[in-house]
């Protein structure tokens, strides 16, 4: 059965840092990994989505990468805004269920 | 962009009472999937279709039963209502071509039982 993990829980940063968030998932044989993101009281909103024969893809200043044999994906975004706080999940698309983590919760700080 | 709406977004009512959720696609997606979502416990699937009349359970289908009479509906029923199921509702649909699995979301259903 598949995990995924997402790890830290809540980050906190200031403006303008370049960082970096996990997920990791335990079965490598993955059909595709989805980043979202969710505001307080919001629904959740695609932000990327990697294919399984696919290493990355980018929108904006957003970055997600695949690493199948390490289990990991990871978002990268740069030059972050308070804007970007928020709870970020990863998802693996699975044959027709998804694995979802339980998301990082990040806080950028002016 | 797939349409997908819930509703109600918002209902309080009291234990013992039946409620249903609707979710609508305004596509023709074969998957359709309920989730709650609650603090510690991250998202949680419930029930899922994969057609018309079409439907599995998920983890936490205990207290939860669904129905899709057509390709467009996916209901939520909650035949006697618990405290313990207060929580934020999402339905969601899987669109995108086959080998993609692309998730797209509701807004969300926010149900308050006292």
């Known amino acids: 059965k598949q995990e995924v993990t997402q790890i830290p829980a809540a980050l906190s940063v200031p403006e303008g840092e370049n960082l970096v968030l996990n997920c990791s998932f335990t079965?490598?044989?993955?059909?595709?990994l989805q980043w979202f993101r969710q505001d307080p009281g919001k629904g959740l909103t695609s932000l990327l989505l990697?294919?399984?024969?696919?290493r990355e893809q980018t929108s904006g200043r957003l970055n997600a990468s695949l690493d199948k044999s390490s289990g990991r994906s990871t978002l990268y975004i740069a030059a972050s805004q308070p804007g970007d706080s928020a709870t970020y999940l990863c998802?693996?698309?699975?044959?027709?269920?998804?694995?979802f983590g339980r998301g990082t919760s990040l806080i950028v700080h002016p | 962009d797939a349409g997908i709406t819930q509703s109600p977004r918002h209902k309080v009512t009291e234990t013992g009472t039946p409620v249903t959720l609707r979710c609508h696609q305004t596509?023709?997606?074969?998957?359709m999937y309920w989730y709650r979502q609650d603090p510690g416990h991250g998202l949680r699937l419930i029930h899922y279709?994969?057609?018309?009349?079409?439907?599995d359970k998920g983890e936490v289908s205990d207290g939860y039963s669904v129905s899709r009479s057509k390709t467009e509906d996916f209901l939520l029923t909650l035949e006697s209502a618990t405290s313990s199921q207060t929580s934020v509702y999402f339905c969601?649909?899987?669109?995108?071509?086959?080998?993609?699995?692309?998730?797209?979301f509701g807004a969300g259903s926010r149900l308050t039982v006292l």
């Open positions: 596509e023709n997606h074969r998957y």
């Open positions: 990697i294919q399984s024969s696919q």
């Open positions: 279709s994969y057609g018309v009349k079409d439907t």
């Open positions: 998802a693996e698309g699975g044959s027709y269920i998804p694995t």
């Open positions: 969601a649909i899987r669109t995108g071509y086959d080998g993609a699995n692309v998730l797209t």
């Open positions: 079965d490598s044989a993955i059909y595709n």
